[in-house]
């Protein structure tokens, strides 16, 4: 077994490094958790620097680099703060690769050069009020009337809504019922009948903009059909994908953490000596440091197993669930190594924690990634209605 980076990966690992020192990111990340703006210029910068949409064919103006590539890049910017990483997290494992690998030729021409500029993004809507965990009960609907499609429904929690230039809406067609009915379709942000509720305050992650989506009888071309009904298994195989991009800002989260809190166990003084020659706080230290390498492990896995294509539906979640658990206790443990200026607003500690909190809910929670592992240990399906 092979556990080394290749030197590209290595590489680019330092080069993002350098970047975070030269654009000052530890400034940039509280600048827009204070302020709550999304830091646009960003996009031109990473643009050029070949980031964006890495991950997606080159003939469309990806790079074909591997997931774990863009692993790699999402972990390290996410130290600073996931915002920063946003923007490579959208553009590589995000719904894009959906169209990337599912979509018609016409929608990839049309959607992936403008995301690998920064010009496009790609938002997904999956969830709605009453349907989040639940999401084959999902009531969106698209219907074809007189030889047209219309799009009815609401959708939560829509990370990007608002800003993103294109969605990538879950959809029953017709009035097929179960999983087997649905399938996703994209809508262009200014379409007639689509419109956004107001913006989401989130405890954490600020400066990403989160809101409820309403289509009134929207006009969809057939053209912008990427899964027809009964391809449902598509939409969340390369989903895994996306909770490999969860589990990596987990990585960097808890990494900006354990970094920020060895060097200020270091530096900080009391009876005399620096915290880090006591014995409790070098086991805060150990076992965040464990943590987080165990999740590495697991993330690079489920990342590395995938290549240029899908991870393994088991992999994916075991690397998303013990991120998702790993970066809660890392954070939690940097604040009490902390002391009072742990809870802080002059220190990130208190920030890096809002921002670990959410993505044991997004991506699907916890719990039901537990249940998808527990059914592929127990080699039986376990069905939540009955
Ligand atoms: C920061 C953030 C970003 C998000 N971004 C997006 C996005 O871009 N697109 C999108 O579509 N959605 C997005 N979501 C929504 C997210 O996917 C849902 O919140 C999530 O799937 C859970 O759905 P819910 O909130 O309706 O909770 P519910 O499904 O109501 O669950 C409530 C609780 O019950 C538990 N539960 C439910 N069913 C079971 C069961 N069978 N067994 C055990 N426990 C169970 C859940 O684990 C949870 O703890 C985002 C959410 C957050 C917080």
């Known amino acids: 077994m092979d556990f080394s980076l290749s030197k590209e990966q290595t590489m680019l690992i330092q080069s993002l490094q350098d970047m975070g020192k030269r654009e000052k990111f530890t400034e940039l990340a509280a ?68 169209i990337d690998m599912f979509g018609t030729d016409e929608q990839k021409k049309s959607i992936i050069p403008g995301v690998c500029k920064g010009e496009l993004s790609v938002s997904v809507c999956m969830t709605e009020p009453e349907a989040g965990s639940d999401l084959t009960s999902l009531s969106t609907t698209l219907e074809e009337k007189d030889g047209h499609y219309v799009l009815n429904g609401r959708k939560s929690f829509i ?50 903009p989160s809101c409820d989506l309403f289509f009134d009888d929207v006009a969809v071309p057939e053209e912008n059909i990427v899964i027809r009904q009964g391809d449902f298994g598509n939409l969340m195989l390369t989903f895994d994908i996306e909770r490999c991009g969860n589990a990596a800002m987990c990585l960097g989260i808890a990494g900006g953490a354990l970094d920020f809190a ?90 890096m924690l809002r921002d670990s909190r959410a993505w044991g809910v997004a991506g699907g929670t916890l719990q039901m990634l537990k249940v998808t592992m527990a059914s592929i240990v127990f080699g039986r399906r376990f069905d939540q209605r009955k």
């Open 159 to 208: 990370t990007g809504g608002g800003m993103a230039s294109h969605y990538m809406v879950y959809t029953r067609f017709g009035d097929v019922k179960g999983y087997k009915g649905i399938g996703a379709v994209i809508v262009e942000k200014g379409a007639p009948g689509f419109s956004f509720g107001k913006q989401e305050e989130f405890m954490g992650l600020r400066g990403m």
């Open 31 to 98: 600048e827009i958790d204070r302020t709550g703006e999304f830091p646009h210029y960003l996009m031109e910068k990473y643009a050029d620097m070949g980031l964006l949409g890495m991950s997606l064919s080159p003939e469309y103006g990806g790079e074909g680099e591997p997931s774990l590539t863009a692993i790699l890049a999402i972990e390290t910017l996410a130290k600073h703060s996931p915002m920063i990483a946003a923007p490579i997290f959208e553009s590589n494992v995000g719904p894009v690769r959906v």
């Open 262 to 351: 060895r060097a200020y166990a270091l530096e900080r003084k009391a009876f005399g000596r620096p915290i880090c020659e006591f014995q409790d706080i070098q086991f805060m230290i150990a076992d965040m440091a464990m943590k987080i390498d165990a999740a590495r492990l697991l993330v690079y896995r489920a990342a590395n197993g995938a290549g240029q294509g899908l991870p393994s539906i088991y992999e994916a979640s075991m690397g998303k669930c013990f991120a998702n658990e790993m970066v809660r206790e890392v954070t939690d443990k940097a604040m009490q190594i902390l002391g009072g200026y742990g809870y802080s607003k002059e220190f990130p500690i208190e920030r």
